[in-house]
């Protein structure tokens, strides 16, 4: 294996892809998936097909329709710890089912913006010839909520002829290919974000405003990403979480602007093309998302459940 710092010094000092990439495989032990891991797979007759080097793996030989056991529900839950990101494919599920496999990760949110339904737990995202497709910009969910997200899990109902893929970057190699300069300069930066693209109204359940750090530490594996929303972050916002004091407004701007490119580099990513029946589970906490809004003007439908999460460390 290159030595860490053999590696650094090939490298052209402003573009540390490369080694973010490999510092984040090198700690997942230059493997894909833990050895313990795989053992429990292969014990269980599940397959893996692995997408990117550090995350997204297609899961094989499960069916989501049947209630997972407990130990099914842990191999799941550490698949998703280790790889970020996993799909499913040919499941079918209906809604009822869907919200089954999803409560068996945690509690369930629920979206104040989608269309009301009758479980305020499930959001359609449905695009069409009079609603092309709009998030398609680099993510992570619902980061105007106190609490955000730990994880989502959609299924595609509707599949266009053409295009709909989502894409997924990989938050914690993407902090790690920043420059050192930068990970100081953000070390202990916060922002303050909303969810004025919705609502300029301010709702009484929802505070209008709260502040996350930029460098978040994952809660269950102790691992550091890049923790952005451009949409739901005020860029001129950025202050500093252990002084209080706040960036020059045209400081935070150029800060934001900065680090929301961070996350498309390709060598972070992953793709993954939707079939009628996929389902995608992805952990808000380690990864961002991307869908591609390449198949307008055909239709593409997907079912979103959100797990509740803790508040950003």
């Not at 000092?13 to 292969?42: C, I, K, W």
């Not at 609502?199 to 990403?225: N, Y």
């Not at 992953?270 to 389902?279: A, D, K, L, T, V």
């Not at 079912?303 to 999460?309: C, D, H, Q």
Request: charged share 25%; aromatic share 10%; hydrophobic share 35%.
């Amino acid at each position: 294996m290159t030595d860490t710092y053999a590696l650094d010094d090939l490298l052209l000092p402003f573009d540390r892809t490369a080694l973010g990439v490999h510092l984040e495989y090198e700690r997942m032990g230059n493997q894909p998936v833990s050895d313990l891991l795989q053992e429990r797979a292969d014990a269980a007759g599940i397959e893996f097909e692995h997408l990117g080097l550090t995350l997204g793996t297609v899961v094989h030989n499960v069916d989501l329709r049947v209630a997972p056991s407990a130990e099914l529900t842990r191999l799941l839950r550490d698949t998703l710890l280790e790889r970020k990101v996993m799909f499913f494919r040919e499941q079918h599920l209906d809604q009822d089912q869907h919200v089954a496999f999803a409560q068996q990760f945690g509690e369930l949110d629920a979206f104040p913006f989608g269309k009301p339904g009758a479980d305020p737990h499930v959001l359609h995202i449905e695009h069409g010839p009079q609603s092309p497709g709009r998030e398609n910009g680099w993510h992570t969910d619902v980061t105007w909520m106190t609490c955000p997200s730990l994880g989502s899990i959609a299924q595609c109902l509707v599949v266009p002829p053409f295009g709909g893929d989502t894409l997924f970057s990989d938050s914690h190699a993407a902090y790690l290919g920043l420059t050192e300069e930068m990970q100081q300069r953000i070390e202990h930066l916060h922002g303050m974000n909303d969810y004025r693209i919705f609502s300029r109204e301010p709702l009484p359940d929802w505070p209008f405003g709260v502040d996350h750090p930029l460098v978040r530490t994952h809660p269950e594996t102790g691992k550091r990403a890049l923790y952005i929303h451009g949409g739901f972050l005020r860029h001129d916002s950025l202050f500093n979480a252990t002084t209080g004091e706040a960036l020059d407004a045209v400081e935070s701007k150029k800060t934001v602007t900065k680090l929301l490119a961070q996350h498309g580099r390709p060598e972070y990513t992953c793709r993954f093309s939707w079939e009628p029946g996929s389902i995608a589970f992805w952990d808000n906490r380690a990864v961002q998302h991307y869908a591609a809004s390449d198949y307008y003007p055909h239709e593409r439908v997907l079912r979103r459940i959100t797990i509740k999460g803790d508040r950003p460390i």
